[in-house]
C-alpha cells in the first residue's frame, strides 16, 4: 500500500502546531482515495508508573486538564508521571526527568513497557511507556511539577490493589495510566511487560 502527501498548509502556530494535509493513499478495494486531514504536532512524549515494590504501591498523579473540562467532565485527572521529550533528549532520560519533576522520585530501574500513537487519527504524537522502579522511602524533591509550567500536580501513594481496583472502576480514565497498569500488572501480577 502506496500514500502520497500531496500538500500542507500551516494552519496555526502556538503551543501546538496544526497544519492541513492533501492526502491520497491506495484503497484496499483497488484505486485511490483522496482527503484534506489536519494534523495537530505536539512532538512526542513519555508516560511512566512509579512502583515501589517493598510495599507494592504505585505513585500517580493528579491534575487538570482541558480536555474533559471543556466536555463538562471531571476536569482533576489520576495519572502517570508524563510529559515531553526535550529537543535532543532520550526518551527514557525524559521520563527519569518527569518523574523528579512530577513525583520527587528518581527511579533505581526503569523497563521500557511499549510505544503507542496517542491519537493517530489527527496527530503522530507517540509516547513511549515506562515502569519505573522507585523505593517510597528515598524521595530525591518534591514534585508537584514545574510552576513556570504552569503544572499543579498532586503525587500520591496507593495500593497496587486498589489501583486496579480504580482501573476496573473507571476511576482512572486516561490512556496512559490505563494502559501502563495493565502491561505491568495485568491479569498475572508480575511485573514488566508479558
Same mark, same amino acid.
Request: overall charge negative; proline content about 5%; charged content about 30%.
Given at each position: 500500500?502506496?500514500?502520497?502527501? *500531496? ?22 478495494? !483497488?484505486? $485511490?482515495?483522496? /482527503? ?6 505536539? !512532538?512526542? =512524549?513519555?508516560? /511512566? ?11 500517580? *498523579? ?25 529537543? !535532543?533528549?532520550? =526518551? ?25 500513537? &496517542? $491519537? ?6 507517540? *509516547? ?17 511539577? /514545574? ?15 486498589? =489501583?486496579?481496583?480504580?482501573? $476496573? &472502576?473507571?476511576? *482512572?480514565?486516561?490512556?496512559?495510566? /490505563? ?7 495485568? &491479569? ?7
Amino acid at each position: 500500500m502506496q500514500y502520497k502527501l *500531496i500538500d500542507k498548509k500551516p494552519l496555526y502556530r502556538g503551543f501546538f502546531k496544526l497544519d492541513g494535509y492533501d492526502i491520497e493513499h491506495e484503497s484496499f478495494e !483497488g484505486g $485511490t482515495i483522496k /482527503m484534506h486531514r489536519e494534523h495537530l504536532e505536539r !512532538g512526542d =512524549a513519555i508516560a /511512566m508508573l512509579l512502583y515501589d515494590p517493598d510495599g507494592d504501591e504505585v505513585l500517580l *498523579i493528579e491534575q487538570f486538564r482541558i480536555g474533559p473540562a471543556v466536555r463538562g467532565d471531571e476536569p482533576w485527572l489520576i495519572e502517570v508521571v508524563a510529559g515531553m521529550i526535550d529537543e !535532543g533528549e532520550d =526518551a527514557e532520560a525524559a521520563a527519569c526527568r518527569e518523574a523528579v519533576e512530577e513525583a520527587g522520585y528518581e527511579p533505581y530501574k526503569v523497563e521500557h513497557l511499549g510505544r503507542y500513537y &496517542s $491519537t493517530p487519527g489527527g496527530s503522530s504524537e507517540r *509516547i513511549d511507556l515506562y515502569l519505573g522502579l522507585v523505593d517510597r522511602s528515598k524521595p530525591v524533591g518534591d514534585g508537584g511539577g /514545574m510552576k513556570h509550567e504552569h503544572e499543579d500536580i498532586h503525587p500520591f501513594w496507593i495500593s497496587r490493589e486498589e =489501583a486496579m481496583s480504580w482501573l $476496573t &472502576s473507571g476511576k *482512572i480514565d486516561s490512556g496512559a495510566p /490505563m494502559l501502563a497498569l495493565l502491561l505491568s500488572f495485568g &491479569s498475572s501480577g508480575r511485573i514488566g511487560p508479558r
